[in-house]
């Protein structure tokens, strides 16, 4: 153990053997412990870093120390003192001592001996160097030089780790650790992490430089487009499209994922070439993703009475319909049942169906949606096309939903029961996954690609006939009826909305313009036919145009009085005249009825007879339906002929012709079968029918007579031509409790159940 040396105390660099380092200060206390070293002690001094930098004392010193020795002091013109210092060895300090303000310790030199082994790591350590040195861009060479004739490990490590850009703390380990195993080891970590850092560093600067040359060649492209288009007048570039896509993404209201997709394909909008062919359909998806309203809705109202009353106000009748209605959303609104089936209105065209789905929307303060898909036979309409398709779009759905603008609306389907099935696929089933509560909340459009909810969506489904509906589709529907109107009702529905609403269309108020109940009949019967009221506000509102004009050119006349001659007067001959019984009664003439998209009618059948061998002759439009009824009656005939007393010559002999004389109605059912029978009965038993008599049923070839549809309409069409007595199935019995009181008062229904009740009824009397 040497004697005590002056401690240096140093917090920000450290000093190692063989190492010099140059330290400027102006301090008295270092000033005065420099002259002390310089003049006293030989210039040799312990270099000190203390643990503890805070507070230091001498229980804050190292067990470790480097002996340094002054090798130059002068001042400098900043009047500050330079010294330099240099490492001589690593020394074990102790017995710290405190004299006059300074530190004093003894010390004791290190001795290291190298084995093999340090030889194995001096080697690896040159090798790491090396590549250090390689990698690193801040490392220079100049260490290298230094290299020539060393073979100690420990000096190696000294020399390394003063050349090395670590932190003050990292350093401090590298005086306090006296193996140099160690240390080479703690070189060999450092210098890898360092390498790892640079080799990151390196990659991102790589990439970005990659980024930046790209993003300036599109720049500069760019440029140069708009200063193209600029020269050829197209300004509005795609940039300011994306501008304006960014902008709506960041308002748009949907899930992430759709987000996502949709800020991808406006940064693939971005990136495409401004000549792309693909550039238009891109912008085309785009603009459809930004305005679906993925998450729009608008709040129901829950009040039932509030709907009642729109409903009420808005339709006149549709009892049992509004009802059906009020019922099915009070459940829904019970039960928060989502999966409740969807509402189908079936009935004859104008009577209210589409309309009464309107209100229903405003009564809930929904929006409305509405597509037709009568005709329909591919299903794409319903689903889209995929978007590799030349011109795809959505489907008929999401295009409604769109126009909608909320994703809640009431969404009306028209004419369900018109789609037809062929190679294109079956629009049916796509509508079925539409409408099907366990599927629509992931619905799935081609064009679209991303799932849109269709689960808050209140369906409504229109129809004319419910036997037309796909069997799947009707199975999921909540069937409800509004059959055809009587005169009656649609005089009331003249008189209370239709006249109101025309008259308020045209300006006009019902002080100026009053309109009789004949005149109103005679529009109802003779300009209009059909089962709603579509024509006749048609015929209304050209009344009024013809009115309005009259009082604009007129001035005197401000007032008029519609009755039965001002309608013939302004609308001109009558349009429509039904069909009339005959005049007398008449052998093989019997009247049947007919049930059309016109509402009801009658449909006198004729059967004659001529000269031949049993032939059945058939004229006029009929369907093949309808030619079967005729072989089944007379087969029915044939094999009856004693029961009904007809001589069975007369078959023989002749041949028979059936007529139903033309007309604009369907023909084509099996209900005229007890009319035909009847026809041929009267004629060849050679006895009248009267004409007040009409009837409607199926027959079978034993005589049954089975149910048949659109009694109420039939009944309204035979009240009309004045019948007094209907023969109807059996099986409908249920259906005559909806006719009309006023028709019931003046037509007697007679039910039948087997073809004997009607042949007793009008033949053996
Ligand atoms: P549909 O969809 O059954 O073919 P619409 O709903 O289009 O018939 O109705 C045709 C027109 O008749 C509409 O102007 C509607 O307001 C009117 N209308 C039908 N039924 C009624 C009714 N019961 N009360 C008032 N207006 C009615």
């Known amino acids: 153990m040497n004697n005590k040396l002056l401690v240096l105390i140093i917090n920000d660099m450290v000093i190692f053997p063989n190492n010099e380092v140059r330290i400027e200060y102006d301090n008295l206390y270092d000033s005065q412990m420099i002259d002390i070293v310089n003049k006293i002690e030989d210039d040799l001094m312990l270099i000190v870093n203390p643990i503890d930098e805070e507070n230091i004392d001498i229980t804050s010193f190292p067990k470790y120390g480097v002996l340094g020795k002054l090798k130059l002091k002068m001042n400098v013109p900043n009047g500050k003192t330079r010294i330099i210092i240099e490492g001589i060895s690593r020394v074990e300090l102790s017995s710290f001592v405190e004299d006059c303000n300074f530190f004093k310790a003894d010390y004791k030199l290190i001795e290291i001996k190298e084995d093999d082994e340090c030889k194995n790591y001096f080697n690896i350590l040159i090798k790491s160097l090396e590549n250090y040195i390689a990698k690193v861009p801040y490392m220079g060479n100049a260490i290298l030089g230094q290299l020539n004739g060393m073979n100690s490990l420990d000096e190696l490590c000294d020399l390394i780790v003063s050349f090395l850009p670590l932190k003050y703390n990292d350093k401090k380990k590298y005086i306090t650790t006296v193996d140099p195993i160690e240390r080479c080891k703690f070189l060999i970590a450092d210098m890898n992490r360092d390498l790892k850092f640079v080799e990151l560093e390196q990659k991102i600067e790589l990439e970005v430089e990659k980024e930046i040359n790209q993003s300036q060649k599109e720049y500069f492209l760019r440029e140069k487009i708009k200063l193209m288009q600029q020269e050829i007048g197209d300004s509005k570039g795609k940039d300011s499209e994306v501008v304006v896509f960014t902008k709506k993404i960041n308002k748009l209201k949907c899930s992430t994922k759709v987000k996502d997709k949709i800020k991808r394909e406006i940064e693939r909008y971005d990136s495409l070439n401004n000549n792309s062919p693909e550039l238009g359909m891109l912008r085309e998806y785009l603009d459809w993703m930004l305005n679906l309203p993925w998450n729009k809705f608008t709040k129901d109202t829950d009040d039932l009475n509030k709907v009642k009353n729109i409903l009420d106000s808005s339709h006149y009748a549709l009892t049992e319909a509004k009802e059906r209605i009020i019922e099915y959303l009070a459940v829904k609104q019970n039960t928060n049942n989502l999966k409740s089936p969807i509402i189908c209105l079936v009935g004859p065209p104008g009577v209210g169906k589409t309309s009464l789905a309107l209100s229903i929307a405003k009564s809930l303060n929904r929006n409305t949606a509405k597509i037709s898909v009568g005709g329909i036979n591919d299903e794409a309409e319903i689903v889209g096309h995929r978007r590799t398709y030349i011109g795809a779009n959505p489907g008929r759905i999401i295009q409604g939903i769109r126009k909608a603008g909320t994703a809640n609306p009431v969404f009306i389907i028209d004419e369900i029961d018109k789609m037809t099935k062929d190679i294109k696929g079956d629009p049916a089933s796509s509508l079925l996954e539409v409408l099907d509560p366990e599927q629509n909340s992931k619905f799935s459009d081609h064009y679209i690609e991303e799932e849109f909810d ?312």
């Open 454 to 765: 269709l689960s808050k969506v209140m369906f409504i489904a229109t129809a004319n006939y419910v036997e037309q509906i796909p069997y799947e589709l009707k199975d999921r529907l909540e069937i409800i009826n509004i059959s055809s109107y009587t005169e009656y009702e649609k005089l009331d529905i003249a008189k209370n909305h239709l006249i109101p609403r025309a008259l308020e269309e045209h300006g006009l108020t019902p002080l100026q313009v009053q309109i009789t109940d004949e005149a109103i009949m005679l529009l109802i019967r003779n300009y209009t036919k059909e089962a709603g009221v579509r024509e006749l506000g048609r015929m209304i509102s050209s009344l009024f145009r013809k009115i309005v004009k009259k009082i604009l050119l007129d001035k005197n006349k401000v007032f008029y009085n519609i009755d039965f001659f001002v309608v013939e007067e302004l609308l001109g001959k009558k349009k429509y005249l039904y069909t009339e019984t005959s005049e007398v009664d008449e052998v093989g003439v019997v009247n049947g009825m007919a049930y059309t998209v016109f509402g009801g009618d009658i449909l006198p059948i004729e059967a004659t007879l001529f000269k031949g061998s049993g032939n059945l002759i058939l004229t006029g439009s009929l369907g093949e339906v309808m030619q079967e009824s005729c072989h089944i009656a007379l087969d029915y005939i044939k094999s009856n002929m004693d029961k009904f007393n007809i001589d069975n010559k007369i078959l023989l002999e002749n041949d028979v012709h059936i007529h139903v004389p033309e007309g604009a109605v369907n023909k084509d059912g099996p209900s005229a079968g007890v009319t035909i029978t009847s026809a041929l009965i009267s004629l060849l038993l050679n006895k009248k029918v009267s004409r007040d008599v009409a009837m409607t049923g199926e027959i079978t070839l034993r005589g049954r007579v089975l149910g048949i549809g659109g009694l109420k309409e039939k009944v309204i069409g035979a009240h009309r031509a004045s019948i007094k007595k209907v023969f109807v199935p059996l099986e409908n019995e249920a259906d005559l409790e909806e006719i009309p009181k006023e028709i019931k008062n003046d037509i007697e229904f007679i039910k039948v159940s087997n073809y004997s009740d009607i042949y007793n009824y009008i033949f053996k009397r």
